[in-house]
């Protein structure tokens, strides 16, 4: 991770790869297989998206990282939104209880660090809101939990590039 720019904790499932993911349109379709489950699962996305992502990353803007149930296989995901190797949270295999508790863990140490936070996330912002809300009410972290049907949008990438031009 670059020091001193804001880290962008990204989750997968209802934040990129949404059932409704498409904003003016239909939303782009691939396939991603998960050796964790051994299985494909199709995945739901809006381009300019992944590549607002593509672009806030590779520029230095934020060290977009891969906060989700998918870490442990985030190399099929950059394959087919072709985007770089993004940093992740966590290695390893993790799911419910255990994979909501990484994602706090990682949120903790982005604000430990001393470093500003973007976190998108469908469920664990709200789960987490007693932990997280006081975060972003002194300006180290932006908090967006989108609906997971829809996925982040247009509208929460304009607060993500407010956010990152913020001193």
């Known amino acids: 991770m670059t020091s001193g720019v804001p880290v962008w904790l990204l989750d997968v499932d209802g934040v990129v790869n949404a059932y409704r993911a498409g904003w003016y349109g ?9 050796a964790g489950d051994a ?5 739901r996305y809006e381009p300019r998206l992944v590549e607002a992502i593509r672009r806030i990353h590779v520029g230095g803007r934020a060290d977009v990282t891969w906060c989700s149930t998918w870490c442990s296989d985030a190399a099929g995901l950059e394959r087919a939104f072709d985007l770089p190797e993004l940093p992740r949270a966590f290695h390893e295999r993790v799911t419910g209880a255990a994979a909501s508790e990484a994602k706090l863990a990682a949120a903790r140490r982005v604000i430990a660090s ?14 987490h809101s007693e932990v997280c809300e006081p975060w972003a009410a002194d300006g180290r972290a932006l908090l967006i939990s989108p609906n997971a049907t829809r996925g982040l949008r247009s509208r929460d990438l304009r607060r993500i590039e407010r956010f990152l031009q913020l001193p």
């Not at 239909?26 to 998960?34: E, K, T």
């Not at 299985?39 to 995945?43: L, N, S």
Request: overall charge negative; cysteine-free; aromatic content about 14%.
């Open 26 to 34: 239909a939303p782009r379709v691939v396939q991603v297989y998960s």
């Open 39 to 43: 299985y494909d699962y199709r995945i």
């Open 114 to 127: 001393g470093r500003r936070l973007i976190w998108t996330d469908d469920v664990e912002i709200d789960l």
